[in-house]
């Protein structure tokens, strides 16, 4: 399939890339790594008039420390992020699970803004973002602004940016010395998750002080697994206490009956793979 | 119509595209690089897999039906036909052949392209580091196991450590034939 | 030439066919551009049943770069219909096909509308301009559905979904006992229900055609495992003479099955060349080709078996539903039928009955896929086997050994009709059993049970055999097959010895060019490499019956033989009049003619190849040609068989099933290439993992095809298939002068199988009798809870 | 598939049957649709549904094929077809109101049988179901708070050209109507009584990604635009 025509522009400057997006009003799409797009536009699911492609700005690729935080421009490739000595340093979670996205060739073209702009339920990244409390900065004609991961996913593919915003930059909080662990379930390689687990945790004196859990795939948004965090608190760091605090996974989430899984057991994986992944976290 | 210009298995090309070209087509169609095929239309198959190279000049694996023409503006991309220029097999090209690593052949080339990219990251693969990393080329034909063998073995010779044995007998170097074209 | 050579059939030979393919200076249909050649794009059905009550081209038609659009009322009287080649029975209902649908579509994919436009683009951007009104009609998808009182009928002029049903009786048939005797004397009787999910063969090279009318020919370009079939078909339904029809299968990729099939694809596209007067390319999208292209298998499988409490098995039931689809292609109607004979397997089962239905659904149509008929045969008596032995208390292994047939019974005479000439089923799985560490893993498997694992270890068994090398004509005419089995092979000695080959074959990557090389190369004592090998080009290859069913070696093989045979005899008369003797005092070895006690006088192949072209000094009586050319018809099917073994890790928790090993040892008879054997071997060992474990082609009720593309029907990548470790045993085959016998469809045949029965072997003392395939993460998992709940209720 | 949702409004039922019947007040509770025609019995309309990469827009007709007054019953039929690829909806509706016994209060059910073919379906990941009972919900949703507001207030804004699935406060969609359990509705609701029930007969309830391509939504689009036409 060929997708229907339209016009494009490459844009050198984020201000460039609004104002494209504010001149082709609802008909705007934007372009980043194109690996969920372009399948997409292939199919004839959409057409749009313009496409803005950022693939010009070389200034939103790259990852930096800047006090506390990563931050990490949205045009980096996973392939960089899983890649980045400085990502496996400070935030080594994200760059294990855009290690897991797609296959070597989806890695290489994808980006990290892309991912999270896609919102896709079932993506990695958006729950990376969720469960370590990202910031996402973005610009639009007024300038940039930042939102929180929790704010940013809206609902199934639909987040808080505006259709003449981009997102630029993702930061987030410097994790160096956490345990973390993304499990992901798939039916096949090439599946997306069935069901993921991005789990982040602080072990202090045998105790968990701190766990971040957020879920894939559980939800139309990353959905943050607040009770097992809070079971978690303070709790010993024994494989009883994490398992106990696992079972409060799918608490809160309202995850799909689809090809790949039933509702019912996306909600068994999530408490089975949050154990996983928070044993694997706390290192036991 | 958008004018790009890149370079396709060392020859440079300028062209008018349609941006919604896919560079797929515009390989096959534009450049006659029919080497390169499309299998799918869902990035799923990896049949249509070219090395192109990224910001920084590195190539890299990509789907080919997964970017357009317009993306690839100012890149330089290597197609199965650019591999060994020469006319001499490229080390994953001959140990495709020696280890029956294909039957049909179409998947083939997007399979050869992409282990290419994979053992220029990692010079010295295992068999489980080489399937997950062909996760994104489906082959229908051989159960993949000669293909990690292939790669396994080209890996080796790449590295210069000699090559693996082969399933078959001593490697009769094939003669290339002339490309078929229809009149 | 006088250095006695290696024999070249049993070598290793690296593959003749791979040196474009991996420079990708290949010839797929869809690489080829012909002089003013058009584009056609296909408008297809959004419904599964509905009533075309308006279709308007003309705003597509007066679109840019568009040539021509056309709905199937514009062509009605000149598209042909499509052909089934197999009314299996007498009163079969088989419903008219036309290519582009007229008044209704009976399946979501079905063709109505065609454009055909400069380019490709050009033409997908007006086929969003065809206007076209559909009034749905009520679907029916569900087979059991389909066959009761009151359902929607998917070809109202037939009143009924019932397209036929086939009985074999041993007892009518006098090649065994009556079941219903066997029924009532049985001391165990084990009942199972068996689903063969539906699949789609996915070639990776989507299915493309060229139709080139210029040149006061027709030329067909069709990536098409049957050149021969399609060109007969082409001619007798179109009425377009057979000889002004040349049909080229050019470098195709794979086909399994799915481009066993005269396609309505190749029709339209026929009747849109014959509209513009120019050639016409079609190449389908893998979206298209996922509803348009035939699925396969899709049959329940109700089996009984009845048996002695000593295992020993009394009698086999057999009642099939198998859903035809919309429509039957081609051979749609007989594949069940191939798997009638294949259901009592390896065993000497004294009574035999075996039903099957055809049902029309509004579904895509069904036809062969690797194996066709034969894997579902095979799966429905290996799992069953397996139940029977945990009824009995029995490892599954002796269940078999107590109802094979033994080596030394060979040739037997099954309770199906068929006579198996040879096989030794002891030696092939003794030897799996010994690669595998049987004993060992036996043991482990205890261990695990007895700690309550949450991963537990099962070990799955397949002991296979199956029909190859179809067939004898005359047997395809007694089960009603439209055409014949035999194969056509040509030997052209050129005046410089090179060798030219012509066989009506059409390999889509089975390496026919080399392994019909080494045949060559032995039969006539040449260079492997001086034989060049010619097919799938009726212009070249005139006859040929094609490629399938693991027919080409076993059928097509032969004729090669004897066409060498038979070039030689020429040549031996050739040599014996240059070297002045009797033919009768010459022997034949290495490609030499030498005079028996006189080495030094003799003649090569070579030698009398020029001496022919030269025609200066030939016999009396003899032509100026060293060719010949032979048709075989065998007489009998082929056997191979062999026995699967497979080692799997079963996560209770998750369901996730982890094929740890998996061992093969197949006896494909003798071995021309056994490079090639094992690369089919592999091959269709993962395509049987992927039935067990991984695809499904899933319908909704309104007969939408929700696993629409790669992204939901799930092929397996190489992360998701195991290490095979493979072997064989080689027991000639007695029914040809090659011993050979068929591997193309093996490994499907015997893994899928071997997979199921090693999880529910994992899962017994869970209380798991069976797992629907595809074996999901879920389904184990569910598995598992609704026989632990049943215990607990029970 | 067949989809039933109920609620209840605080108004009576003659009241409720008046504002059902008013295609000017129920019609705008649709994001993205368009109502070309209404000649009484037949309609034609359009929506646009646009989620995520997918954009894809519907063209249709229907009629009212049966009014009830007596039984407070209404039945639509109506189809739809995807302006690109040929993929359609159909699907019929049957609205019934019922008086709560104290004659406060109405009952509102409706049944949806639908059928949606084409692309949505093939690349949908089979979760149509899911997803137009997601999308009958928010327009249920809607359609309760207009209810409830009874005959004698002013109807709402005109629908947005198209509109995102969730009302994001976004200038995306500055007058969509589909309120979501992600985003607070744009209007108040009136009745306590209505948001419990809403959320008990699951109308609230997430739906899912029909990923990667999400064109599960299209059949929202698709419910939707059936649902206009029940009202319209």
Same mark, same amino acid.
């Given at each position: ?284 | ?183 | ?794 | ?152 207030? #002013?109807? /709402? !804004?005109? *629908? =947005?050209? @198209?509109? $995102?699935? &969730? +009302? %994001? #406060?976004? /200038? !995306?969609? *500055? =007058?969509? @109507?589909? $309120?979501? &359990? +992600? %985003? #607070? ?48």
């Amino acid at each position: 399939m060929i997708p229907v025509a339209f016009d494009y522009v490459r844009p050198s400057t984020v201000e460039d890339a609004v104002s494209a997006l504010a001149n082709a009003g609802e008909e705007g799409k934007v372009l980043a790594g194109g690996q969920s797009l372009l399948p997409v536009l292939r199919l004839r699911l959409a057409a749009p008039s313009v496409l803005v492609d950022l693939g010009g700005l070389a200034q939103l690729r790259g990852a930096r420390v800047d006090g506390d935080r990563l931050a990490v421009g949205a045009m980096t490739t996973h392939a960089e992020v899983a890649g980045s000595d400085v990502v496996r340093a400070e935030v080594p979670l994200l760059a294990a699970a855009a290690a897991r996205i797609g296959d070597r060739q989806v890695r290489h073209l994808g980006t990290l803004g892309g991912a999270l702009a896609h919102a896709d339920p079932s993506g990695d990244l958006p729950t990376v973002a969720v469960a370590l409390d990202a910031e996402l900065v973005v610009a639009g004609p007024g300038g940039r602004r930042s939102i929180p991961a929790a704010e940013f996913f809206r609902d199934l593919f639909t987040t808080a940016l505006g259709p003449d915003e981009v997102l630029v930059e993702v930061r987030l909080p410097r994790l160096a010395g956490w345990g973390y662990r993304y499990e992901k379930f798939q039916r096949t390689a090439q599946a997306w998750a069935t069901v993921g687990v991005a789990a982040a945790v602080r072990r202090e004196n045998g105790s968990i002080a701190e766990a971040r859990v957020a879920l894939t795939n559980m939800g139309p948004t990353p959905v943050r697994a607040v009770a097992v965090e809070r079971a978690l608190a303070g709790a010993d760091a024994s494989a009883d206490a994490l398992a106990a605090a696992a079972e409060h996974a799918a608490e809160g989430a309202s995850p799909a009956s689809d090809l790949a899984a039933s509702a019912e057991y996306r909600e068994h994986l999530a408490r089975v793979l949050t154990r996983r992944a928070l044993t694997a976290a706390a290192g036991l | 119509m958008a004018r790009i210009s890149l370079t396709v298995d060392g020859v440079t090309y300028t062209d008018d595209v349609a941006p919604r070209t896919l560079l797929a087509y515009y390989l096959r169609d534009q450049l006659g690089k029919v080497g390169t095929v499309i299998g799918c239309d869902t990035t799923n198959c990896g049949a249509c897999t070219v090395l192109m190279t990224d910001a920084d000049g590195v190539p890299r694996s990509v789907k080919s039906c997964a970017v357009l023409a317009v993306q690839a503006d100012g890149r330089g991309v290597t197609t199965i036909e650019g591999l060994a220029p020469d006319g001499d097999m490229h080390p994953m090209q001959r140990a495709f052949h020696e280890q029956h690593a294909l039957q049909c052949g179409f998947c083939t080339p997007g399979m050869i392209m992409s282990a290419v990219d994979l053992v220029a990251d990692n010079p010295d693969p295992t068999e489980d580091e080489v399937r997950e990393g062909l996760e994104g080329n489906l082959c229908r034909c051989t159960g993949y196991q000669n293909i990690v063998r292939a790669v396994v073995a080209a890996a080796a010779e790449m590295r210069g450590a000699g090559a693996a044995p082969s399933t078959a007998e001593a490697p009769a170097k094939p003669a290339p034939e002339p490309a078929e074209v229809a009149s | 030439m006088t250095a006695v050579a290696e024999p070249e059939i049993g070598r290793a030979r690296l593959r003749k066919e791979d040196a474009r393919l991996i420079t990708g200076r290949t010839r797929w249909t869809e690489n080829i551009a012909l002089p003013g050649m058009l584009h056609m794009a296909i408008l297809r059905s959004a419904h599964a049943h509905a009533r075309i009550s308006r279709v308007d081209v003309s705003a597509a038609a007066a679109a840019p770069n568009v040539v021509t659009a056309f709905s199937g009322s514009d062509v009605a009287e000149t598209q042909g219909t499509l052909a089934c080649a197999w009314p299996v029975t007498e009163d079969i209902v088989m419903p008219t096909y036309p290519p582009l649908a007229v008044t209704e579509v009976r399946h979501v994919g079905e063709p109505v509308a065609v454009v055909v436009a400069r380019d490709r683009a050009s033409a997908l951007d007006a086929l969003e301009l065809i206007d076209i009104d559909y009034e749905p009609l009520p679907v029916v998808r569900d087979m059991e559905a389909a066959l009761g009182e009151g359902s929607p009928l998917v070809h109202a002029d037939a009143g009924t979904n019932k397209s036929y049903t086939w009985i074999f009786d041993s007892a009518q048939a006098g090649s065994g006992g009556d079941v219903a005797a066997a029924a009532q004397e049985a001391e165990v009787t084990i009942k199972q229900r068996y689903v063969q999910q539906r699949l789609i063969p996915s070639s990776l090279e989507p299915r493309s055609v060229i139709v080139d009318p210029t040149s006061g020919d027709w030329t067909i370009y069709s990536a098409t495992q049957i050149p021969h079939i399609l060109r007969f078909l082409l001619a007798a339904t179109t009425g377009t003479p057979e000889h002004k029809i040349n049909v080229v299968a050019p470098d195709v990729g794979g086909g399994f099955g799915g481009k066993l099939a005269v396609t309505p694809e190749e029709w339209i596209a026929f009747a849109a060349a014959n509209r513009v007067g120019r050639p016409v390319k079609y190449t389908e999208s893998r979206s298209e080709t996922m509803v348009s292209a035939h699925h396969g298998r899709d049959v329940i499988q109700d089996i009984t078996l009845y048996a002695k409490r000593d295992g020993t098995v009394t009698g086999l039931d057999v009642k099939l539903t198998a859903n035809m689809g919309a429509y039957l292609g081609l051979v749609t109607p007989g594949v069940p039928i191939l798997g009638a004979f294949m259901y009592n397997a390896i065993y000497k089962f004294p009574a035999y009955r075996f039903e099957c239905t055809g049902v029309f659904t509004n579904t895509t149509k069904t036809d062969a896929y690797r194996g066709a008929g034969r894997p579902e045969a095979t799966y429905a008596i290996e799992r069953t086997m397996d139940e029977l032995a945990a009824e009995l208390g029995l490892d599954p292994i002796e269940v078999r050994r107590r109802n094979w047939i033994k080596h030394e019974e060979f040739p037997f005479t099954t309770v199906a009709t068929l006579t198996y000439d040879s096989g030794n089923y002891e030696a092939a799985t003794d030897k799996a059993m010994s690669l595998l560490g049987y004993a060992e893993l036996r043991a482990e498997q205890e261990a695990r049970r007895a700690a309550d694992d949450r991963v537990q270890l099962g070990i799955g068994i397949s002991t296979y055999t199956e029909m190859c090398g179809l067939a004898p004509s005359r047997v395809l005419g007694a089960l009603r097959y439209g055409a014949g089995g035999w194969e056509n092979a040509s030997v052209r000695m050129l005046p410089t010895g090179k060798v030219e080959v012509v066989t009506g074959t059409s390999p889509h990557g089975q390496g026919h060019v080399t392994a019909w090389s080494q045949i060559v190369a032995d039969r006539l004592g040449v260079p492997f490499e001086d034989v060049e090998v010619r097919h799938g080009d009726t212009r070249i290859a005139h006859k040929g019956l094609d490629t399938y069913g693991s027919r080409s070696l076993t059928v097509g093989g032969i004729a090669l033989v004897q066409a060498c045979d038979r070039v030689v005899e020429k040549a031996r008369t050739v040599a014996a009049h240059l070297l002045e003797c009797s033919t009768d005092d010459l022997e034949f070895a290495d490609g030499t003619f030498r005079v028996r006690g006189t080495p030094d006088a003799a003649k090569t192949m070579g030698d009398c190849a020029l001496a022919v072209f030269a025609a200066h000094n030939l016999p009396d009586g003899v032509e100026a040609t060293l060719d010949a050319d032979a048709t075989f018809d065998p007489q009998t099917f082929s056997f191979p068989h062999g026995t699967h073994l497979c080692a799997a890790d079963v996560d209770r928790e998750t369901g996730e099933v982890h094929i740890r090993r998996y061992v093969c040892v197949d006896d494909v008879g003798r071995v021309i290439n056994p490079m090639i054997v094992e690369g089919q071997v592999h091959g269709g060992v993962a395509q049987g993992i992927a039935q067990a474990l991984f695809e499904e082609a899933v319908y909704d009720a309104d007969g939408n095809l929700l696993t629409g593309s790669f992204v939901d029907y799930t092929i397996p990548s190489a992360v998701d298939l195991p290490t095979i470790e493979s072997d064989r045993t080689e027991t000639p085959a007695t029914s040809n002068p090659l011993g050979v016998k068929g591997v193309g469809e093996a490994g499907t045949i015997a893994s899928t199988p071997a997979v199921v029965n090693a999880i529910v072997d994992a899962l017994r003392p869970y209380g798991v009798r069976d797992v629907p395939m595809p074996c999901t993460p879920e389904r184990v998992w569910r598995a598992i809870r609704s026989a632990s709940s049943q215990e607990v209720t029970s | 598939m067949q989809m039933e949702h109920a609620f209840t409004v605080p108004v009576p039922v003659a009241q409720a049957w008046d504002v059902l019947l008013d295609v000017e007040r129920v019609a705008p509770c649709m994001p993205g649709a368009t109502l070309t025609s209404f000649d009484g019995e037949a309609f034609e309309g359009t929506v646009r549904v646009k989620l995520g990469p997918v954009s894809m827009t519907y063209k249709g007709r229907g009629r009212f094929a049966s009014t009830d007054e007596a039984n407070r019953q209404v039945v639509i039929e109506a189809s739809g077809r995807d302006s690109r690829g040929g993929g359609t909806a159909a699907a019929t509706a049957t609205a019934n109101l019922q008086s709560t016994e104290d004659g406060a209060a109405t009952r509102v059910t409706i049944v949806t049988d639908l059928a949606v073919t084409g692309r949505p379906a093939q690349f949908g990941r089979g979760m149509i179901a899911d997803v137009g009972g997601r999308l009958l919900g928010q327009f249920a949703d809607c359609l309760a708070t207009t209810l409830a507001e009874g005959s004698g207030s #002013p109807p /709402p !804004a005109e *629908p =947005a050209a @198209e509109a $995102p699935i &969730a +009302a %994001a #406060p976004s /200038p !995306a969609a *500055p =007058a969509a @109507e589909a $309120p979501t &359990a +992600a %985003a #607070p509705p744009a209007r108040p609701r009136r009745s306590a009584d209505a948001i419990d029930l809403l959320q008990v007969t699951g109308i609230s309830a997430m739906a899912r990604k029909a990923a990667p391509y999400v064109i599960g939504f299209v059949v929202g689009g698709l419910v939707t635009w059936a649902l206009i036409s029940l009202f319209g």
